[in-house]
């Protein structure tokens, strides 16, 4: 609203007078000034615990082996093309690859939920993260080892 050419003098003005460092006042000054402040102003402070909760039981349940589920032989070898193009950060070979992913699940080669796990490490790659998507084609393979 503010940052608009269209804004009037009194919405600048207004716009710039809340402007202000909440840091500078104390919660009691800045409610009774603005009149914004609610009786759950410390809220976000239970959220970050429960968020931080949550990753950390995130990091255990992928700590504690429930990594990517077991994959045929076509599948993993797909891993390996898939981990060698994103090592090689071929756009055009991943635009093949799509293609010729599309044509093993047509003809029966692979399931539904193996070609699910391969688009979303080609999505990651297609989306310029060509580390995280290698490192994931990485894992999917020594997931299959451990087994």
């Known amino acids: 609203m503010c940052d608009t050419a269209e804004a009037s003098a009194q919405e600048r003005a207004t716009c710039s007078s809340l402007q ?3 840091a ?3 919660r009691e000054v800045f409610k009774d000034r603005y009149g914004i402040m609610n009786e759950n102003a410390d ?3 239970f959220s ?3 968020n931080s909760l949550f990753a950390l039981l ?3 349940t992928l700590i504690a082996g429930c990594g990517y589920p077991e994959i045929s032989p076509q599948s993993y070898d797909l891993t390996k ?3 060698s193009i994103c090592n090689r950060k071929d756009e055009i070979r991943l635009a093949e690859f799509e293609q010729h992913l599309s ?3 047509a003809d029966g080669s692979i399931s539904d939920s193996e070609v699910a796990m391969l688009e979303s490490i080609i999505q990651m790659a297609e989306g310029g993260d060509w580390e995280n998507a ?3 084609c990485r894992q999917v393979m020594v997931d299959q080892v451990d087994r």
Do not use: G, N
């Open 43 to 45: 809220c976000h402070r």
């Open 81 to 83: 093309a898939l981990y």
């Open 20 to 22: 202000v460092s909440l």
């Open 103 to 105: 044509k093993e699940l």
């Open 58 to 60: 995130l990091t255990f």
């Open 24 to 26: 500078a006042f104390p």
């Open 48 to 50: 970050f615990s429960k």
């Open 134 to 136: 290698m490192q994931e």
